[in-house]
């Protein structure tokens, strides 16, 4: 990745010294201790701590709302973990209406007491007689030998935001003149922890200065730089009182009323102007959300001070402490799974999860689990060559459990980021933060060459190896990681075990979304060993001549050149499993009947094609994914074969959703490369029309051998959530649907429908009567209606209710079409007591219910019905009567789906009314409200246009996307013509 030369910014400096006075050997007890908020503030806008359980899938809802995605844990899968998030109560009520199970934190009168006794009152603020600000300039005054204090700018509030330099000599020496580490912290203005170890350390280096010669010889060779506070004035916010204590942001007032409250403040560590605001999951442009980015990039004064800072010094290395999550970050945030010519300095000094470089934390890409955009590690690389590094603090469960004095309970913990006030505890979370720090400032002193406490090094060259090449007739590019001060680098092959050759590389430009500015050390090198005939076998090293004139390699490694057909096109078949791909031959000979040549790469059978040695041999890549997911491994391939160009068609039922790729599963190439924001299966479409690039498509749909098209993909396209003028590297658009299937979130017909968007502890009725008393004799009256329904499985549910007028003989009605089941809801007992009504359908035994009440049985719908399900309801029992009716939507007291949507109500054999809510009403039908005895609806069943459209197909200029595979077009004529229109619209 490329890196333009670094502009320099001088910029005035504010020198405080002169005046020798004693040094804070260590901080004073800060005189007003924090105390836990008590339950209740009054405050609905206020930031209070909530708890709860999430699986992977629902994070991308934790990061739409703001959530700070290293501050998670660790979701993997199906499997909920827990989480801790910081929320207005509107927020969390939001959260919690979209399936997230959370709970206001609540502390025990006990834990309180407990707290405010056992604090040793080591935390203090950034201003006043006994803060942060006044220590720096003391201990500046107290070593004026050896230190130089600055100030790097202002804050929001105007004040000053102080650093000290330590090195020998320093007031004198030009500021970046040696050798110049930062170590920063307090960026998030709640993570108390960090400050305190950035000043233990700075006191470290001062107190052994000529006494350890290894902590002397650092001092004097490089400077060591200390920002205690990134952001002072939330900082001194956090410590006003329990209501303020929790807060992240800095303290812009984002409405202009003179007040902080929960919707003002800027998250400084989104404010960078690098990548800001690339997409709206790794940044908000919510203002009230605790990752909102601000209003433009670098709007925050503390932002500017901080950058112009890293300008004017040319810092070698920065550790940017934070909390809480027990990592330790580096390299790419904005992208999943990008790694950079660097992380090869980087991993060796941050160490592997087996031998971490900070006991406990995990070494790991920034981005290995969640994205972040406008945070400092990026910026400070691709704009002021400076490698950074993150370490996530430990949380207070953590500090807690390791206390063996019993003043600390992690039971207590009012908040993972309030990390305990005690100095034995602070002491040792310094301690084991150490070793790595040194380390740091030793590798600044030389430069490129990693002085790891994990004994790890960086290679000279780290070659991108691949067994596998088609590049029978033409050259083979090869790839290499390589440091950049090593001198004279060469390609170097033989073929067969013949000759050596040699040829030149020059290094990479990065693609056309990758390329950055991250390659401060190292770079990757590209060099083309000439075509070889076909089963060659061609070995490739690098060599070189280290900065000090020592002749360097690498390890080798050796492709063979594959027997590869005139194709232009590489069919990927990616159907998950083993055993060989079931379908990869109808693919081909669609292609050759679109004037194109095939050749079929297995996944099962080849394992991952290798974008170098394999994709880039091919004009096109049409990757097919049966009925599984993406592979994680070919996901990438893809993703690297499309940043240098490549065209792609994908297609099948899971593709364009997630995909694992490491320990996460990911979206984030079906949203931004393949323009699927959000996928929706859909069950057996009959038909696909094109639209858009591929208008004038057609194709007949069915199930295909091993493969039934039960959860066809449908999808929110990116550009009608990221519009195209703010997000243009996003461009995408809809290019076809499945003609007479309604999608999940529009209506079933018409531009109207009925919605019941989810609420918790609801009851929202839908009701009429229907007079039946005509009928006699073996009339069959019926309620049909059209049902799309999203909704917490087991807990939240759709019944269709049904009663004589005038008499209590309550019962839910069976869905004769097969939708309805009599199992009983999951916390039934809890569900009953807050809806006392539920008693005419369920009997409460114990924590569970029976299936029958005291006026009728139960039948309910929950879960999703992926799409829109065709019900039907028997009323026979009501002939020669009124009958009352009510479709509901009855959920439990947290957490939800999207809602019920009802369309074409009809009721057949009485008086034969029909309701399709066209008009923006609801016609015949009511919203009575909750029964006796439940709360008051926040919500309720009204008239409602589409919540969203969904496109069978989706285009961007490089992609295209179908939710169907090939083997699920009956006619081989369709299948050449659908292929010819995809190829027209990737190639143009």
């Known amino acids: 990745m490329r890196r333009r030369t670094r502009a320099t910014l001088v910029a005035a400096s504010l020198l405080l010294g002169g005046v020798t006075a004693t040094p804070f050997a260590q901080a004073e007890p800060f005189a007003a201790p924090f105390t836990p908020a008590r ?62 199970k959370l709970t206001e934190k609540r502390m025990t009168d006990r834990a309180r007491e407990r707290l405010k006794a056992a604090g040793d009152g080591v935390f203090r603020p950034y201003s006043g007689p006994k803060g942060l600000q006044k220590e720096i300039v003391d201990t500046g005054r107290a070593h004026p030998e050896l230190t130089k204090v ?242 996530e603090m430990s949380t207070c469960r953590t500090a807690s459990r390791a206390d063996t004095s019993g003043r600390w309970d992690p039971a207590d913990c009012p908040s993972e980021f309030a990390f305990p006030d005690d100095r034995k505890l602070i002491q040792a979370e310094f301690a084991k933060n150490l070793p790595f720090a040194l380390s740091v400032a030793e590798t600044a002193a030389r430069g490129d060459r990693p002085v790891s406490v994990t004994g790890l090094d960086a290679p000279d060259f780290t070659p991108h190896a691949f067994t596998a090449s088609y590049a029978r007739g033409t050259g083979q590019t090869v790839a290499v990681t390589a440091r950049k001060s090593v001198r004279d680098k060469r390609l170097n092959y033989r073929v067969d075990g013949g000759r050596t050759h040699t040829a030149a590389m020059t290094p990479w430009k990065g693609g056309k979304r990758y390329g950055g500015h991250d390659n401060v050390r190292f770079d990757e090198y590209r060099g083309t060993v000439p075509a070889a005939r076909e089963g060659a076998r061609v070995e490739v090293w690098f060599t070189g001549r280290t900065a000090e004139g020592k002749a360097t390699r690498s390890k080798p490694f050796t492709y063979t050149v594959w027997h590869r057909p005139q194709a232009d096109t590489l069919v990927i078949a990616d159907e998950g499993g ?39 041999h091919f004009k096109t890549v049409l990757w097919y994914t049966g009925g599984e997911k993406p592979s994680g491994g070919t996901l990438l391939a893809v993703r690297d074969y499309v940043n240098e160009g490549g065209k792609l068609i994908t297609m099948g039922e899971k593709a364009g959703g997630e995909s694992r790729v490491g320990r996460a599963d990911t979206d984030d190439f079906a949203q931004y490369y393949l323009g699927a924001y959000a996928r929706t299966p859909l069950k057996h479409p009959k038909h696909f029309t094109g639209a858009g690039p591929l208008a004038g498509v057609r194709a007949d749909l069915a199930d295909a051998p091993g493969n039934p098209l039960d959860a066809a993909g449908s999808y929110v396209v990116t550009s009608d959530r990221l519009r195209s003028r703010d997000f243009p590297q996003f461009r995408s658009a809809p290019a076809g649907d499945y003609p007479g299937v309604r999608t999940a979130y529009e209506p ?65 009605l069976r869905d004769t079409n097969g939708g309805t089941t009599d199992e009983t809801p999951r916390g039934c007992a809890a569900l009953v007591s807050a809806h006392p009504f539920l008693k005419h359908y369920l009997t409460v035994a114990g924590e569970d219910c029976a299936a029958r009440g005291t006026s009728g049985g139960w039948q309910r719908f929950t879960g999703s019905t992926q799409g829109w399900h065709a019900a039907s309801f028997d009323l026979s029992a009501y002939r020669g009567k009124k009958v009352e009716l009510a479709v509901s939507y009855v959920t439990d007291a947290g957490t939800g789906g999207t809602g019920a949507l009802v369309d074409e109500a009809v009721v057949t054999g009485g008086d034969r009314s029909a309701e399709g809510f066209e008009g923006g009403t609801l016609g015949t039908w009511k919203t009575p409200g909750a029964p006796a005895g439940s709360v008051r609806n926040a919500g309720d069943w009204a008239a409602s246009r589409a919540l969203a459209h969904s496109s069978a197909a989706v285009v961007t200029p490089d992609t295209a996307l179908l939710g169907f595979g090939l083997e699920h077009v009956r006619d081989g004529g369709q299948r050449a013509a659908l292929l010819r229109a995809a190829l027209r619209a990737v190639h143009g």
Do not use: C
């Not at 499997?79 to 929320?87: C, N, Q, T």
């Not at 912290?185 to 700075?202: K, V």
């Not at 069959?780 to 087991?794: C, I, K, T, V, W």
């Open 39 to 100: 339950p209740d503030t009054g405050a609905s806008d206020a930031l209070t701590v909530w708890t709860g359980e999430v699986t992977q899938a629902q994070v991308p809802l934790l990061l739409k709302a703001g959530v700070d995605g290293h501050e998670l844990g660790r979701p993997a899968g199906d499997r909920a973990v827990p989480v801790e998030l910081y929320l207005t109560r509107a927020q969390a009520d939001e959260l919690r209406g979209q399936g997230v």
């Open 150 to 391: 600055v100030s790097i700018g202002k804050t929001t509030r105007g004040q000053d935001i102080l650093a000290l330099k330590i090195s020998k000599g320093a007031a004198r020496s030009k500021d970046g003149s040696k050798p110049a580490v930062l170590y920063m912290s307090n960026q998030h203005a709640r993570e108390w922890i960090t400050p305190e170890t950035t000043r233990r350390l700075m006191h470290h280096y001062l107190d052994r200065y000529g006494k350890d010669r290894r902590i002397t010889r650092l001092v004097d060779r490089t400077e060591l730089w200390f920002l205690l506070s990134a952001n002072p004035d939330g900082y001194d916010h956090t410590f006003k009182g329990p209501d303020t204590r929790f807060w992240r942001k800095n303290l812009r007032d984002n409405n202009g009323d003179g007040k902080i409250t929960a919707g003002d403040g800027v998250d400084l560590n989104r404010n960078f102007p690098y990548k800001w605001g690339y997409d709206n999951e790794g940044s908000s442009p919510d203002p009230a959300s605790e990752t909102y980015r601000g209003p433009a990039p670098a709007s925050e004064p503390e932002t500017r001070a901080l950058d112009a800072f890293q300008k004017r010094v040319r810092f070698s290395y920065a550790v940017n402490y934070h909390s809480a999550g027990e990592m330790l970050l580096y390299g790419v945030g904005w992208q999943v799974a990008t790694p950079t010519p660097d992380d090869v300095l980087l991993k060796a000094l941050a160490g592997t999860p087996e031998k971490s470089a900070i006991p406990g934390y995990r070494p790991q890409l920034s981005s290995e689990l969640y994205t972040t955009n406008g945070e400092a590690d990026g910026h400070a690389a691709n704009a002021n060559g400076l490698l950074m590094f993150t370490p």
């Open 578 to 616: 083993t055993a060989p791909a079931r379908h990869p031959v109808t693919y081909t000979e669609a292609l050759s009947a679109a004037g194109r040549k095939g050749l079929i790469w297995d996944v099962a059978r080849d394992g991952t094609p290798d974008p170098l040695g394999v994709l880039s």
């Open 748 to 812: 079933w017909a018409g531009r109207w429908m009925a919605a019941a968007r989810h609420k918790d502890k609801s009851w929202m009725r839908l009701a009429r009567t229907v007079d039946l008393t005509g009928v006699r004799g073996a009339a069959r009256p019926a309620l049909g209606l059209r049902l799309s329904l999203d909704a917490e499985q087991g807990y939240d549910q759709v019944i269709v209710e049904a009663h004589t007028v005038g008499r209590d003989d309550w019962t839910t």
